[in-house]
């Protein structure tokens, strides 16, 4: 039933890199979508940190992580990526994927209201 399922969060120093993967369904990769990375600090607003339109090569970064991280996808493998690099604490969060489907990413991409389906996250520590 899950329309998007996350993984590759875990435990890892500052300056270190993670690969967060997420798992589309069918539902989602009949169409092109837009598809994001959020993550939510404890105490926090959920904020979105990257996205791309499968259907192009568009993407989309909040400031805060550009030239750190990378959003990607597998065709194949019906997966988007988020490459972490040079991580710092402030990058500590849980990680979600959501999508739009059969939506470009918008303007407003970054509003958590713009996503109809979201994953259930995969937490991200990074240690100083």
């Known amino acids: 039933q899950a329309q998007l399922v996350e993984s590759g969060g875990g435990s890892v120093q500052a300056g270190g890199s993670l690969r967060l993967s997420c798992v589309a369904s069918?539902?989602?990769?009949?169409?092109?979508?837009?598809v994001a990375w959020f993550r939510q600090a404890p105490g926090k607003e959920r904020e979105g940190v990257a996205a791309i339109y499968t259907g192009g090569d568009t993407t989309l970064y909040a400031d805060s992580v550009k030239g750190r991280f990378s959003i990607s996808q597998d065709i194949a493998k019906n997966t988007v990526y988020l490459r972490m690099n040079s991580l710092t604490p402030e990058d500590t969060a849980m990680y979600y994927c959501a999508a739009q489907r059969g939506w470009a990413c918008l303007p407003w991409w970054s509003q958590v209201t713009y996503f109809a389906d979201w994953g259930q996250g995969t937490q991200v520590t990074v240690s100083s």
């Open positions: 069918e539902y989602i990769t009949r169409v092109h979508s837009c």
